[in-house]
């Protein structure tokens, strides 16, 4: 490859403002690289990038496409070089696929196929395509952070625990895996890649990384190598269950451009099928009861012809690719699967780059990335990406009202904010009223109370899926869904009228929490009745205010028994919502209110005894959300006596309780700084003191101390 400045260029000016800062960093820090020492900092600091690709070339020379590829792999955006120098790739050696000349009637199928895939995830929608927002795929993607691995066993913790996890070690040095790559075989892998698992939260990237995959495809972009990519979803699929097809029919059923071209065969070609969203598969997936089947013409049930391919008896030559949520990873044997890789959403950068992409003014892109590193709950949601939707959302029309008001803090707050855009939204654009009229209508109240029920049943019974039947249940029409389209996801496919399902959704796990919290809460406020027990029972009220302290004892109760924190977010939403400030953003929705000072200091009260209790065993994770859960009631007494007492530097470690330990490892977990490098000689270097901050140790890129105390 050649190295002038002008091919050097091209792969900076693909760098945004914090990755080229991010950039000139590395290079400043990069030793002794082929006999030539690092540029200074103090002279790469004010180079754009036209004189900084000039100067690397002038101290490289020759070497400097592989300076370039170190650092751009180094701040993970190996993409870019990739793109870059794909003109001048050797070929590949003898793991690369084997050209196959086309018949004239296949290369026609390829073309239209090709065509028809483009129309369709050329543009992606912010909620409904009915109702949402259109854009363009290429102009909005953001990279995701991938990487090989992750735990091939059932993952049962709560998904936001998951989140929490990621956020921490997104941005190690850890080989992110490009798209497009994602088939490719890894230096030292001696087989072929057959059949890739990818897992991820809900909400994480998935579906939007398969769309991407397949429009470079069809757009002539990447794998090349590849005949044809045939993209299905579980969703689709499970319209098929009671229905009997052999494999070309399901593909001809699906992609009708091989049907026209009699494609009864595949085996010929280098094919890649798309499986999206295992989690919502609603067939039994039994790998060891299911019959063998190994002829693509001969008919079965569509859970047949599924295990058939993936276990290899089915067009062994062709690729895979599985999408799931973690805690159904383990439907598939492992043996069956090649490689697992893992969707960790936004790296921090990466978010940064999200928000500049929405916000085209830098200065308002700036006040809302600097907005949300001020709020560690709103910063770790944003590794999801449809949370920095929902975000970006809510943050937009606040700053574009006229009296501007407190940016949300707390997740509550945001919710709440994107409730109340939502309820605009309907009112305004399908309700014809104007924008300065009421949010709330009775139409809309109830609807928002239906929705609340719906989503609180169906957490009851661990559903995050559901059909028309559940929706009537809870009194709610079709259309009227569609219009929430901020909050419900419509998934609706017809084939010549023979086929119809609907599929319906929350758009995120995290926001079917929170109208299950905001049903509990109005539930109790209203009438009393406790949603938490399991026998239902009416709590007698004051006069004056209802006892909101009995509800949220009791769902901490039920929060800390439970194994894999699936209440957790719940918890945080339901004591959210008792604060007066929240409530006075749902005026209009809350016919009743219930705050009181005395009600939320019983509840902060009880959580502090409950970390303070010994006895109760709790693990870290469960700590830290009792902590999550004092910043949603705007208690922050624990943490700020811990800070005064590090700041003064007469933080005594003999002497602290329980809760103030918990407080002390909340407040290292939130630290940028002491996760970077975490010092435990600082505190005390005790095994005691050790296994205390173990979870900081952890959670650390680098930790100093004396490891012989394990």
């Not at 070339?57 to 180094?74: D, F, G, I, R, W």
Request: charged share 25%; hydrophobic share 35%; glycine share 4%.
């Amino acid at each position: 490859m050649t190295s002038t400045p002008e091919v050097l260029l091209r792969m900076l000016d693909d760098l945004l403002i914090d990755d080229f800062k991010r950039f000139k960093f590395h290079v400043s820090n990069i030793g002794v690289f082929e006999g030539c020492r690092a540029i200074p900092a103090g002279q790469l600091e004010t180079l754009d990038k036209p004189d900084t690709a000039s100067r690397i070339h002038q101290t490289y020379s020759n070497h400097a496409p592989e300076l370039m590829k170190l650092v751009l792999e180094k701040i993970g955006k190996k993409h870019i070089w990739d793109k870059h120098t794909k003109t001048n790739r050797e070929p590949e050696g003898e793991d690369s696929l084997q050209e196959v000349c086309l018949s004239s009637k296949s290369k026609k199928c390829q073309e239209e196929l090709k065509a028809n895939l483009k129309k369709r995830f050329q543009c992606v929608f912010e909620g409904v395509a009915k109702a949402g927002r259109r854009s363009l795929l290429n102009q909005i993607y953001t990279e995701l952070h991938i990487t090989e691995g992750g735990t091939e066993e059932e993952n049962q913790e709560h998904e936001v625990r998951q989140i929490e996890a990621a956020s921490r070690t997104a941005d190690r040095a850890e080989t992110s895996i490009r798209p497009g790559d994602i088939f490719k075989t890894p230096p030292g892998r001696p087989q072929t890649i057959r059949t890739v698992l990818t897992q991820g939260v809900a909400g994480i990237g998935k579906t939007v990384l398969t769309q991407k995959f397949t429009l470079d495809w069809a757009e002539d972009n990447d794998n090349q190598d590849i005949h044809f990519i045939f993209p299905f979803t579980f969703r689709e699929l499970n319209a098929m269950k009671e229905e009997e097809f052999s494999f070309v029919d399901l593909v001809h059923h699906f992609f009708n451009e091989t049907r026209k071209a009699e494609i009864c065969s595949f085996e010929e070609f280098q094919t890649i099928f798309i499986f999206d969203g295992l989690d919502e598969c609603r067939f039994p997936l039994d790998f060891h009861q299911s019959k063998i089947l190994s002829d693509v013409t001969k008919s079965t049930s569509v859970d047949v012809l599924l295990i058939n391919l993936i276990r290899g008896k089915l067009l062994p030559s062709a690729r895979l690719w599985i999408t799931t949520r973690p805690a159904a990873a383990n439907q598939i044997p492992a043996d069956c699967v090649d490689m697992v890789t893992e969707v960790q959403g936004f790296t921090d950068p990466q978010k940064e780059e999200y928000f500049r992409r929405r916000f085209r003014e830098e200065e308002q892109a700036s006040r809302i990335i600097s907005h949300i590193k001020t709020s560690r709950s709103l910063h770790i949601m944003c590794h999801i990406p449809v949370f920095c939707w929902i975000t970006a959302t809510v943050l937009e029309k606040v700053l574009k009202s006229r009296d501007g008001g407190e940016l949300p803090k707390t997740l509550t707050q945001m919710y709440i904010h994107h409730l109340v855009v939502q309820a605009k939204v309907k009112r305004v654009k399908y309700d014809g009223g104007a924008a300065t009229d009421p949010h709330w209508s009775p139409e809309s109240r109830e609807m928002i109370e239906s929705l609340g029920k719906l989503a609180f049943d169906q957490l009851q019974k661990g559903n995050l899926i559901f059909y028309e039947p559940d929706l009537t249940e809870c009194g709610i029409d079709l259309r009227a869904a569609s219009m929430y389209s901020g909050m419900f996801t419509q998934i609706f496919r017809e084939e010549s009228g023979l086929y119809q399902d609907m599929v319906f959704c929350f758009i995120h796990l995290s926001l079917q929490e929170f109208l299950a919290a905001l049903h509990v809460h109005q539930t109790f406020i209203n009438s009393g009745i406790n949603l938490l027990e399991e026998k239902q029972t009416t709590i007698q009220q004051s006069q004056q205010q209802p006892q909101l302290h009995r509800l949220h004892q009791r769902a901490v109760d039920e929060a800390l028994k439970s194994r894999n924190g699936h209440l957790d977010l719940f918890l945080r939403f339901l004591l959210g919502l008792s604060l007066e400030t929240n409530q006075s953003l749902l005026r209009d929705l809350l016919t009743q209110t219930g705050s009181s000072s005395q009600s939320k200091q019983e509840t902060v009260q009880y959580i502090k005894e409950k970390l303070n209790d010994n006895t109760q065993c709790l693990s870290p994770v469960r700590r830290i959300n009792l902590f999550h859960c004092l910043n949603e009631l705007n208690d922050g007494s624990l943490v700020e006596e811990i800070q005064q007492s590090l700041r003064s530097g007469s933080l005594d470690t003999d002497r602290l309780s329980p809760a103030q330990w918990s407080a002390l490892v909340f407040i290292l977990l939130s630290s940028e700084e002491d996760l970077k490098e975490f010092d435990l000689k600082k505190y005390d270097a005790s095994q005691q003191v050790l296994l205390k901050l173990l979870p900081v140790v952890k959670a650390s890129n680098k930790a100093l101390g004396d490891w012989r105390l394990l």
